[in-house]
């Protein structure tokens, strides 16, 4: 495990350094000079030409963009994001202190999303035809054609507007008040998780159908095993594994989709930080959030093929 | 269906691509295509509503009741009424006008960035499959890297940086639908090349660029638009969250997704605001991905029990 695990980090490699190469290159993606990306256009109106070379070379603007790279990635690898221009804070503490919000989202979505859509998928690959796939296919196709922003609406609207059980946004800290917090997640936690739940719930089914047809359902049923036992125990255990690739593969959507959630129920993640970046021309923050979030979908992605090992005895890795 | 008709439908959808020339008696095979297509309810239905969108998006400026951008403050916030059957907006403009001329939006959406996706994904994965070799393992490497991004996030970053304008948007989601692209066209390129065809064209001494615009190219078409008709719900959505960002269109003009933000501000007092757009949208993408999936029953008849 430990040598997979090496190995999958070193192949890793390559596509680490495209990808801090993609984030660094968007600097130069803005029309204009890249001077205006990284210090206040008030302040650079104020310089004269000669000030402006300065700065440049100041900011290693002048030199080439390989050597220029390779400077942001050693600070970068030392956990230095550069400085935001608006906020006049290290980038790192900022992201520091939203990570965990976003995080948090996240994992309560994907949470929710498998611990509802499984079962269901499961239910529904049993009895395939029946009333409950057909409902169960509806839903899925629903889930996923919904653009999240107006599953959000909708949500408000019906919960927070009409019913008035739950808020309709805003953020309390966990140790503040662990209540309010809970009820501040749990309409966001519903919105992100339902394009996922859709696809694991179509996916189960799919996996399901196909693994009790195998042979070896087809013995455990010859020895008489009950239903039950032959679903929960033997089939599922095989159907899981596909599904896991894609709950993996659907993460990086699903930190995607907070920086739209988090707009709506305004809470103070990365994506809100990202998108004010955006609009702030704040390009040091917008490079660090790009990073940072692609990094932690990279990682998950290799917790995911870890966790096949767990699942499937037949894949031995290192061996 | 019977099982003659089935064989005969099979076998002229897998020659789709190269038989499409044929002008024989037999029923054109996109009149067979068709037919097997909307043999069933649904995508009957999906169909009927995209046609009604388009429709719509195409006489917007002669079907529509009021100027889809003026302002008229003494009809703001206005519920459904038979003079507004959708409402009025925060400042007063009929959002019937502006869901009309919002589908224009849409569709444009749909078109444009699959057009830079196709016209540089799948030449990028025809050329790296067929070359193979160290040109293959750099563009693998490099669309790794792209893969290795969470598409919307990639997406609201580029647009962003571009500048906040409808073009860009799309110019984004295009950019950012290469890379799945080109990966699908070299795996289909890749398997495509092991074939009889290739080795037969090859002994013949075609050049590896006749081989892949006469030989693969048209072998891989229905795979290509099987999985291209998926991703266009996806990419309309994307749109929407874009303008719904205030990333994408820019006001006064309307997109569905602009429209949805515009109403977030007036959820309890005039929720159609944002329901109506809303609504639209999922109505559209639904009916496009009910399509791909009979897009895709049709063209490969093994897919059709998954």
Known sequence: MGRYLLRRLILMLPTLIIVTFLVFALLFLSPGDPVLMLVPIEEVNQLSDEEMDQLRSELGLDRPIYAQYADWLLHVLQGDFGRSIHKRRAVGELLAARFPVTLELAILSVLAATIVAVPIGVYTAVRPGGIGDIIGNIVALMGVSAPNFWVALLLIILFAVQLRWLPAGGFVRITDNPVEHIERMILPVITLSTALMAVTMRLTRSSMLEVLNEDYVRTARSKGLAQRRIVLVHALKNALIPVVTTVGLQIGRILGGTIVIEIIFSLPGMGKLMLDAIFGRDFPIVQASVLLITLAFMGINVVVDLTYAYIDPRIRYGS | ?306
Do not use: C
């Open chain 2, 1 to 306: 269906m019977r099982p003659v008709d089935s064989a005969r439908h099979s076998a002229s959808v897998a020659g789709y691509a190269s038989t499409s020339k044929d002008s024989g008696s037999a029923p054109h095979v996109f009149v067979l295509f068709a037919r097997r297509l909307f043999a069933r309810p649904l995508p009957r239905f999906a169909f009927a509503v995209l046609m009604l969108v388009i429709l719509g998006a195409l006489l917007a400026p002669w079907i529509s009741p009021f100027d889809p951008i003026k302002p008229d403050f003494s009809a703001a916030r206005q519920a459904p009424s038979s003079t507004h059957p959708l409402g009025t907006d925060d400042i007063g403009r009929d959002i019937l006008s502006r869901i009309l001329f919002g589908a224009r939006v849409s569709l444009m959406a749909a078109l444009l960035p699959l057009s830079i996706s196709i016209f540089v994904g799948v030449p990028l994965g025809l050329l790296s499959g067929l070359l193979k070799g160290w040109p293959d393992e750099i563009m693998m490497r490099f669309l790794d890297a792209l893969l290795a991004f969470p598409r919307i996030v990639l997406i609201i970053s580029i647009a962003g940086l571009l500048g906040p304008s409808l073009v860009n948007a799309l110019v984004a989601i295009g950019i950012v639908g290469i890379a799945p692209l080109a990966r699908l066209t070299r795996g289909l390129t890749l398997s495509a090349s092991e074939e009889d065809y290739v080795t037969a064209a090859r002994a013949l001494g075609s050049s590896n660029w006749r081989i892949m615009i006469a030989h693969i190219f048209p072998n891989i078409t229905a795979a290509i638009i099987v999985t291209v008709s998926l991703d266009v719900g996806g990419i309309i959505l994307a749109e929407a969250t874009l303008s719904f960002l205030g990333l994408g269109i820019q006001p006064p003009n309307p997109s569905w997704g602009s429209m949805v933000a515009v109403g977030n501000r007036y959820l309890q007092t005039a929720p159609w605001i944002s329901l109506v757009p809303g609504t639209a949208i999922f109505v559209t993408v639904m009916s496009i991905n009910l399509l791909g999936d009979g897009l895709r029953d049709a063209l490969d008849p093994y897919l059709r029990n998954r």
